[in-house]
C-alpha cells in the first residue's frame, strides 16, 4: 500500500498497522460448535483465549479483574494459607475487583460452602490428577431445597475446575418427604465449570439462574437432577441416571412463559446409567426449554423422551427439541407429540457461544 505522507508517517502505512493491531472481535453467532465431537477441543481453544489475548472483547470488569490475579492455596495437612475453603473464602473482602484462585490440595472437605453475591471473580481450583471432593450429607428437610447444597455461589463470574461436589444424603425412596438434596446450586451470572463431577441423587444441580458453561463434566442422579432457570450450555458432559424402580428425569427446567430468556441446551453430551425409562425433562413449570443436538442417548432413555408432568395442557407451551442425537434412546418414532426433532435452522440458536453470550466472559479452564 501506498499513502500520503504527513512528517516521518506514511497515512497508508499507519492505518494498515491500526488494523492489524485492533483486537478481534468474535461474532457471537459465528462461533458455531462443530458438528464433529473430534473437533471440539481445538475449536474451543482457538475461539477462546485467555484475558491476555482478548483486549477490547471482554466484559471491562472481568478484564481488569483478570490482570492481577491472586493465587490462595489450600492444604489439609498444612503448608497452605487456609486448611479449610470455608476460610479462604472468608478471606477475601466483599466488593472483590481481582481473580482469586483457591487452589484446593486433595482430599475430601466436609464443609457446606457458600460464595456470597458480593464476593465475585472466584475461582475453585483442584489438581485434575488428584481433584478434591466437597462432600456434605444433608437434606430439605434441614435448610429447604436450594439452601440444602454443598456448595452455593450466588456471586458473578465464578469458575470451578477439576471438583467433584457430592451431597451424600441418602437416595430418597418415594414415602419420606423432603428426601431432596443439592450439590451444587449456581445463582451467579457468567459461571463456567470444567471437568466437574456432581454427585447426588434428587436436585443434584439447582442451575438456578444466569448465564453458565460445562464443560466436560459428570452430573449423576436420579429426578430432576438438573433443575432450575439457568441459561445454560452443557458441552461434553455425561449425564449419568441413577437406576430407580420409580420415575427418573434428566432436567426440569423451570421457565414459566416464553418471554423469559432461559433454557438448557446439552451439545455432544452422554446419557449413561442403570435406569430404564428415563425422561429427558418434565415440564415442572409451564414454559420449559431444554435441546439436545449431537447427544449420544443411550437405553436409560424413555422412548417418548418427555414428559407433560401429567398436565396435558403444558404440551402447548413446552419447547423441547432434538437434533442429530444418536444411541438406542434417540429413536424419534416413539417420541411424544409435542417434542421436536429440530431443523438446522432452528438448532442454529443453541449451537453457538452466543446462546449465553459466552465471548463477552468466558475464558479456557485455569491452569496452574
Known amino acids: 500500500m501506498t499513502g500520503r505522507r504527513i512528517g516521518n508517517i506514511k497515512v497508508g502505512a499507519a492505518i494498515c498497522s ?5 483486537p478481534v472481535v468474535l461474532s457471537q453467532n459465528s462461533l458455531q460448535i462443530p458438528a464433529d465431537k473430534s473437533q471440539v477441543n481445538a475449536w474451543f481453544n482457538a475461539n477462546i483465549k485467555p484475558a491476555s489475548a482478548r483486549a477490547g472483547t471482554l466484559d471491562p470488569a472481568l478484564a481488569r479483574a483478570e490482570a492481577e490475579p491472586k493465587i490462595i492455596k489450600i492444604s489439609k495437612g498444612g503448608g497452605g494459607d487456609f486448611d479449610t475453603i470455608t476460610k479462604a473464602i472468608a478471606s477475601i473482602p466483599s466488593g472483590n475487583t481481582n481473580r ?12 457446606k460452602i457458600k460464595i456470597e453475591r458480593t464476593k465475585p471473580f472466584i475461582t475453585l481450583y483442584g489438581d485434575p490428577k488428584n481433584m478434591p471432593n466437597l462432600r456434605i450429607r444433608v437434606r ?7 439452601d ?10 465464578f469458575v470451578a475446575a477439576n471438583l467433584v461436589i457430592t451431597n451424600a444424603a441418602p437416595k430418597p ?16 451470572d457468567k459461571a463456567a465449570f470444567y471437568n466437574c463431577k456432581l454427585v447426588g441423587f434428587q436436585d443434584t444441580l439447582c442451575d438456578d439462574r444466569g ?27 455425561e ?21 423469559e430468556n432461559t433454557g438448557y441446551s446439552f451439545v455432544h453430551c452422554s446419557i ?3 435406569a430404564s425409562g428415563t425422561y429427558l425433562g418434565r415440564a415442572w413449570k409451564t414454559s420449559p426449554r431444554v435441546v439436545y443436538a449431537y447427544t449420544d442417548m443411550s437405553s436409560v432413555v424413555n422412548p417418548a423422551g418427555w414428559s407433560d408432568n401429567l398436565q396435558p395442557e403444558r404440551a402447548k407451551t413446552v419447547f423441547y427439541g432434538e437434533f442429530k442425537c444418536t444411541g438406542k434412546g434417540a429413536d424419534p418414532s416413539g417420541r411424544v407429540a409435542f417434542a421436536k426433532q429440530l431443523s438446522e435452522a432452528e438448532a442454529q440458536p443453541f449451537l453457538v457461544l452466543g446462546y449465553i453470550d459466552g465471548t463477552k466472559w468466558l475464558l479456557p479452564a485455569p491452569k496452574i
Open 18 to 22: 491500526i488494523l492489524l493491531l485492533a
Open 100 to 111: 482469586v484462585i483457591i487452589s484446593i490440595g486433595p482430599g475430601s472437605y466436609s464443609e
Open 140 to 146: 430439605k428437610p434441614v435448610c429447604g431445597t436450594v
Open 148 to 157: 440444602s447444597a454443598t456448595l452455593i455461589v450466588e456471586s458473578d463470574y
Open 173 to 188: 425412596d418415594g414415602k419420606r418427604v423432603g428426601a431432596q438434596a443439592v450439590s451444587l446450586r449456581i445463582s451467579g
Open 211 to 237: 448465564n453458565h458453561f460445562f464443560k466436560d463434566c459428570y452430573i449423576r442422579g436420579t429426578v430432576d437432577f438438573i433443575f432450575g432457570s439457568g441459561k445454560s450450555l452443557y458441552l461434553g458432559t
Open 239 to 259: 449425564l449419568y441416571v441413577d437406576g430407580d424402580n420409580g420415575l427418573t428425569v434428566i432436567t426440569a427446567q423451570a421457565r414459566e412463559s416464553s418471554s
Open 272 to 274: 449413561t446409567g442403570t
